[in-house]
């Protein structure tokens, strides 16, 4: 089940053995599998983003606050 939430501070991902990319401030659309956790959003030029990152990484995001899971 998708899961609405806001980018608050610097979050990064890591496409495969590149440099970490920024994701965006903003909101962001979150899918979550046991070991994952998928993320959606659109820049501010329209272009879209998409990225799965560990889940470990996620939930330390929204512990920092970095994430704000929507209610």
Excluded: C
Excluded at 57 to 67: A, L, M, N
């Amino acid at each position: 089940m998708t899961q609405h939430a806001t980018v608050t501070a610097r979050v990064t991902y890591r496409p495969g053995d590149g440099a970490p990319l920024v994701i965006p401030k903003g909101p962001v659309e979150v899918d979550l599998a046991p070991d994952s956790a998928t993320l959606s959003w659109t820049a501010d030029n329209g272009a879209a983003g998409l990225t799965a990152i560990p889940l470990t990484q996620f939930k330390k995001y929204v512990q920092d606050k970095k994430i704000r899971l929507d209610s």
